[in-house]
């Protein structure tokens, strides 16, 4: 609950070890997720993420207390800084696309859709994939993802029902085929 | 095989697939932030009165080192009495008449009597 997850906040900033154990445990592996899947292709996205989401947290440390009372959806918000990290490195990353190539080509570790999906959505065009690693993998709501992104929550679910669309088309099966 | 049909649960269950093997303790650094901040709250908190109470007990201690040096209430003021005015203002009187402008033009000069003549005494309104 984001009412829940204020005071976790507020605690954690005011030094409150347990609340900001409870903190990283509710939020820290979908923010590393999503980050992951952003810096997909990256060689060291994984590394990455998990520096980039510890830099989130710090970050909140160092807010002055009024700017903590202020976060009102401590996940959108969380998301949000995460989110902007991953789009930072993977500016950062595109300048050295050259030099990363042969790294892209490794195994992208654990993070593996079964049948099929994952390399679907990594296809998907960047606006789109944009919405459904916010929605499915930080976990967010459409009015969330707005708050993140500053789009109009009627573009990212017109956004998210084209993805969708062309994930089930890619998935039909081939007519002919056999199941 | 995941079918257009169960996509949406499927993508879910992705979300939920890829968070919980990225799930990992929160790291020692970011605890370690976490105490500091703890730390410098509990500074701030009690800085502000330490420092009030030490200027307190300061002012407390001139006081009574140095109680002569007090200033004294507005009740302990006594009124001066009409006797004592008159005297003070007798004293200025002779104070003016004292003063001497050497290098005044006599056109210029007007005698201490005269000025003292048009403002007479109060005692005397």
Do not use: C
């Amino acid at each position: 609950m984001p009412a829940d997850d204020a005071s976790l906040l507020r605690a954690m900033h005011a030094g409150d070890a347990a609340a900001a154990d409870a903190l990283w445990s509710a939020h820290a592996p979908r923010l590393t997720a999503l980050v992951h899947a952003m810096m997909r292709g990256a060689g060291a996205a994984s590394r990455f993420a998990d520096d980039a989401v510890q830099t989130v947290f710090l970050r909140v440390l160092s807010l002055d207390p009024d700017a903590v009372d202020a976060i009102r959806d401590v996940r959108a918000y969380l998301t949000q800084a995460a989110r902007a990290a991953a789009l930072n490195a993977r500016r950062a990353e595109s300048r050295e696309s050259a030099r990363r190539e042969e790294l892209s080509a490794r195994p992208s570790g654990a993070f593996t859709l079964p049948e099929g999906l994952d390399d679907l959505v990594a296809n998907l065009p960047e606006p789109q994939r944009e919405v459904v690693l916010l929605k499915h993998v930080a976990g967010l709501t459409f009015d969330q993802i707005s708050l993140v992104t500053g789009e109009p929550r009627a573009t990212l679910a017109s956004r998210h029902a084209a993805a969708l669309k062309s994930l089930r088309t890619a998935l039909q099966p081939a007519p002919g085929a056999t199941a | 095989m995941t079918t257009p049909d169960d996509l949406t649960p499927a993508l879910d269950r992705w979300g939920d697939h890829l968070a919980s093997a990225a799930a990992r303790p929160m790291p020692s650094e970011l605890a370690a932030a976490v105490s500091r901040a703890g730390r410098a709250r509990n500074h701030r908190r009690w800085a502000a009165p330490a420092w009030a109470a030490a200027a307190i007990i300061a002012l407390a201690t001139v006081a009574v080192t140095f109680p002569n040096q007090a200033p004294r209430p507005a009740s302990a003021l006594q009124p001066l009495s009409l006797a004592a005015l008159t005297r003070q203002a007798s004293d200025a009187q002779g104070d003016i008449n004292a003063v001497e402008f050497p290098d005044a033009p006599d056109s210029a000069r007007v005698r201490p009597e005269e000025v003292i003549s048009r403002f007479p005494p109060l005692a005397s309104r």
